[in-house]
């Protein structure tokens, strides 16, 4: 039995797949192990930038709390608004 020309392209298909999928995965435990070792120095960095400066005097904040106004009531029931939809009749003639 010959293979069909589909069946012969699969396996090589197949093979380069799976070397850019491990290409794909070692690339990227390479990056985050080089992010990973790069974190420390940043800190570091900024704490030997600042050392050399004049400390300022702390900076004050202070909060206030908020002030919210309620606008509207609360209905008691349903029937109220029911009511309130509702076209009124009667007293006015």
């Known amino acids: 039995m010959e293979p069909t020309k589909a069946i012969r392209w699969f396996g090589p298909m197949l093979i380069a797949?799976?070397?850019?999928?491990?290409?794909?995965?070692?690339?990227s435990v390479f990056v985050q192990s080089q992010l990973a070792s790069a974190e420390?120095?940043?800190?570091?960095?900024?704490?030997?930038?600042?050392?050399?400066?004049v400390e300022r005097?702390?900076?004050?904040?202070q909060i206030e709390p908020a002030?919210?106004?309620?606008?509207?009531?609360?209905?008691?029931?349903?029937?109220?608004?029911?009511?309130?939809?509702?076209p009124r009749h009667g007293g006015e003639s």
């Open 67 to 86: 002030r919210i106004e309620v606008i509207g009531k609360r209905r008691s029931s349903v029937f109220e608004t029911l009511a309130d939809w509702l």
């Open 17 to 27: 797949f799976a070397i850019a999928a491990m290409t794909a995965i070692l690339v």
């Open 40 to 53: 420390p120095q940043v800190p570091q960095l900024a704490a030997q930038r600042n050392a050399g400066e």
């Open 57 to 61: 005097p702390p900076i004050v904040v």
